[in-house]
């Protein structure tokens, strides 16, 4: 693939963070009606319904351990769902999506070595920036539910890459989605039904529909055409997207510390991304990039991100 593959592949990566977070800043009206886990439950079940009709599974698409992973990956797409919708009713939507970011940089600090490792600490220091534990302004069950939400976008990782390695194309997700909407259903539907109207419904599916499915669409169109490398360090930009969004849309204006913050979470995802990609069996990613242009794909490894789910 040549120069021209490659800048298309970043910019649907770009467009899909920026679905993303116009997705999760239109929820926050929809919280004031339904409360957060309402809100999470009903993008939920929009989406698994989509993911049913657009897939229409088959038995004989699964194995046994394909279809154990996808239910998992379902759990874990809920507690990163509901957890986020809870943290971003608390906390400005660029302090808490930086939280919750802490979940794949985990992850790619884990897949490191050595000094790269150091990255963790730069993160760190930003959280504490963006939260700011000494001003005591900062919602502590909104930033539990921002961890919390990071924990599960970790599982959420690598469950989706054992999916994506024994399910093809987007089939995974015909399970995982209609299971996460089982969840919520359960943690939330009960207490919601009485409260929807045509409007709401109608705002739910176009919320479903923006964020996650033409998202994970983009970014697997995305993910043929860039390396693991080139991905992982465009969606560390997703905070200061995050921060972007919340200032136009939502009127949240950081102070200076906070600005500060995010521009560590940022490097530090950058820094952990580009030092920690996925080795594929020929080897690594970054191994091959070192021959092509930047962010040409070398194969068909996916990497999953679940901020489209959030």
């Known amino acids: 693939m040549n120069l021209q593959s490659a800048r298309a592949g970043a910019s649907m990566a770009v467009v899909s963070m920026l679905c993303v977070q116009l997705g999760l800043a239109a929820s926050v009206g929809l919280i004031d009606d339904l409360g957060s886990t309402g809100a999470a439950w009903l993008r939920l079940s929009f989406a698994g319904i989509l993911m049913l009709l657009i897939v229409r599974p088959r038995r004989a698409m699964f194995t046994p351990e394909s279809l154990r992973a996808g239910i998992a990956l379902g759990v874990a797409t809920a507690g990163v769902t509901v957890l986020f919708m809870a943290a971003i009713a608390r906390l400005p939507l660029g302090t808490a999506s930086s939280i919750e970011f802490l979940g794949p940089l985990g992850v790619a600090i884990a897949r490191s070595r050595g000094v790269a490792r150091a990255w963790a600490l730069v993160a760190s220091a930003g959280v504490l920036l963006l939260?700011?534990?000494?001003?005591?302004?900062?919602?502590?069950?909104?930033?539990?539910?921002?961890?919390?939400?990071?924990?599960?976008?970790?599982?959420?990782?690598?469950?989706?890459?054992?999916?994506?390695?024994?399910?093809?194309?987007?089939?995974g997700l015909a399970i995982s989605m209609p299971v996460a909407a089982v969840v919520a259903t359960v943690v939330a539907g009960p207490g919601v039904v009485a409260n929807l109207t045509p409007q709401l419904l109608l705002i739910g599916l176009g919320l479903a529909i923006l964020l996650p499915v033409i998202p994970f669409v983009l970014e697997l169109l995305a993910l043929?055409?860039?390396?693991?490398?080139?991905?992982?360090?465009?969606?560390?930009?997703?905070?200061?997207?995050?921060?972007?969004?919340?200032?136009?849309?939502?009127?949240?204006?950081?102070?200076?510390?906070?600005?500060?913050?995010?521009?560590?979470?940022?490097?530090?995802?950058?820094?952990?991304?580009?030092?920690?990609?996925?080795?594929?069996v020929g080897g690594s990613l970054d191994d091959v990039a070192e021959h092509a242009t930047l962010g040409v794909e070398a194969g068909e490894e996916r990497v999953p991100d679940h901020r489209q789910l959030a």
């Open 131 to 171: 939260t700011q534990p000494w001003a005591g302004t900062a919602d502590p069950v909104g930033v539990a539910c921002a961890l919390g939400a990071a924990v599960c976008w970790a599982a959420y990782i690598l469950l989706t890459q054992r999916v994506g390695d024994s399910v093809s194309g987007i089939a």
């Open 224 to 280: 043929r055409r860039l390396t693991t490398a080139a991905f992982g360090t465009l969606m560390a930009l997703e905070p200061a997207f995050a921060l972007l969004i919340g200032f136009l849309a939502l009127a949240q204006v950081p102070n200076a510390l906070a600005v500060v913050g995010i521009a560590l979470v940022v490097a530090a995802g950058i820094g952990a991304e580009r030092s920690g990609a996925r080795t594929s």
